[in-house]
């Protein structure tokens, strides 16, 4: 749910019947790490266990990421399931991000 940091009731709507979930954090913005993991816990409440592929984006940023980032366990252990490092600029993992959510879906 782009951007939002608690789920309003058109946001519960939104996610009913969903099989999977992408669930995106950015990596210039440390902080969104834990957003994200926050709105991947409310979303399980909704939904229940369904696969979950985690995406840290602005991978082209990586050189200039300024904050400190959680070691790769770190990230697996608040956000669960598959991770991928993505760019949404240059399309990096995008498509592999979609492929992965949509093996465990079947």
């Known amino acids: 749910i782009a951007g939002e940091d608690k789920f309003s009731s058109a946001a519960e709507r939104y996610l009913r019947g969903a099989n ?3 669930v995106v954090a950015d990596g ?3 902080e969104t790490i834990d957003a994200a993991a926050k709105l991947q816990a ?3 409440e909704i939904l229940g266990a369904v696969p979950v592929i985690s995406l840290l ?3 082209d940023l990586a050189t200039a990421w300024t904050t ?3 070691s790769a366990e770190e990230i697996v252990d608040k956000v669960i399931n598959d991770q991928v ?3 949404a600029k240059t ?4 498509e592999f991000a979609f492929r992965q959510l949509a093996a465990k879906l079947q």
């Open 20 to 22: 999977g979930l992408l």
């Open 85 to 87: 490092a993505t760019s």
């Open 68 to 70: 400190e980032l959680p």
């Open 91 to 94: 399309g990096l993992n995008v």
């Open 42 to 44: 409310q979303a399980h």
């Open 57 to 59: 984006n602005k991978a």
């Open 28 to 30: 210039t913005r440390g």
